[in-house]
Nanobody, 123 residues
Framework: VQLQASGGGLVQTGGSLRLSCAASGRTFTSGNIGWFRQAPGKEREFVAAIKWTGGSTAYADSVKGRFTISRDNAKNTVYLQMNSLKLEDTAVYYC?????????????????WGQGTLVTVSS
């Protein structure tokens, strides 16, 4: 499985960005795709995840109500729509794939990782 994250960039506080995670190497019929982020000097943290089948979602409290994760099965792509961005959202964002049955927030349960895309929020 290969994951390609894209869509990062520089945006002002209150602005929006949409990240994409394109999966290749297999057609997903199960499992989950998660977004994680790592800010400078901080540990990687969970952002959001979606089950490939059924579409159940989970969000970190810090992004709930501002970020929306969605999927396009036909394109094998997961999106992270980020609205009302804050300075503290600045980080490298990674998408990851977990082939398990349960929706998980634990990064060590994700087997495949993309290369990351940088999101910078400025004042």
């Amino acid at each position: 499985v290969q994951l390609q994250a894209s869509g990062g960039g520089l945006v002002q506080t209150g602005g929006s960005l949409r990240l994409s995670c394109a999966a290749s190497g297999r057609t997903f019929t199960s499992g989950n795709i998660g977004w994680f982020r790592q800010a400078p000097g901080k540990e990687r943290e969970f952002v959001a995840a979606i089950k490939w089948t059924g579409g159940s979602t989970a969000y970190a409290d810090s992004v709930k109500g501002r970020f929306t994760i969605s999927r396009d099965n036909a394109k094998n792509t997961v999106y992270l729509q980020m609205n009302s961005l804050k300075l503290e959202d600045t980080a490298v964002y990674y998408c990851a794939a977990d082939l398990g049955l349960l929706l998980t927030r634990r990064d060590h349960e994700y087997e495949y990782w993309g290369q990351g895309t940088l999101v910078t929020v400025s004042s």
